[in-house]
């Protein structure tokens, strides 16, 4: 890719040119008095999805071409700040962990950039670091400070998930998942 994204303390979303020899700056996004925890391209490269301390999901669009954006979706619910981010492969879902313990599935229509929640997953006992959709996006895996990392299966017809497994092997907290290409 020619732009990778990233999200800091400042309460920035920054998009930078890697084509160039310095790193070239191409946009900004300013989230409001909130850090950014988290940044995620769509699968399309048209969309980029942030978590932040303000407990906000959002959604942002970024043109190519004319290098400009603005936000066109922000998702509440989560009671307290989202710490990961994820993208399905279809791009049709946003998935977002947050230290209130669950973790928010969300909808996504890039024709209309219009989005809803579509289920909360719940179970655990403390919070949530890390979220990722597997390859073939009917799991996400989640990693927790409870040392836990969980697998869920997501059904985008039923628009319902599950926990299937749970993997406790780990003796401090997990803080990142991320599933094998295949």
């Not at 942002?60 to 981010?85: A, P, Y």
Request: proline letters at 2%; aromatic letters at 14%.
């Amino acid at each position: 890719g020619q732009f990778v994204a990233s999200g800091s303390y400042d309460t920035t979303i920054r998009i930078w040119d890697v084509t160039t020899r310095q790193g070239k700056e191409v946009a900004k996004f300013v989230v409001y008095k909130a850090i950014v925890e988290s940044v995620s391209w769509s699968p399309c490269g048209k969309f980029l999805a942030s978590g932040s301390f303000d407990m906000m999901v959002r959604i942002w669009s970024f043109d190519l071409m004319t290098r400009q954006g603005k936000e066109v979706v922000k998702f509440e619910g989560h009671t307290h700040w989202v710490t990961s981010v994820s993208w399905s492969p279809c791009g049709r879902f946003l998935a977002s962990v947050s230290n209130d313990y669950t973790v928010r599935i969300w909808s996504f229509d890039a024709a209309t950039s219009q989005g809803e929640k579509v289920t909360v997953l719940k179970g655990y006992v403390d919070w949530m670091n890390s979220v990722v959709w597997s390859p073939c996006g009917q799991f996400l895996a989640s990693a927790s400070s409870n040392k836990i990392v969980y697998i869920w299966s997501f059904n985008s017809q039923t628009r319902r998930g599950k926990e299937v497994t749970k993997f406790k092997e780990h003796t401090m907290h997990v803080n990142s998942v991320d599933w094998s290409p295949c």
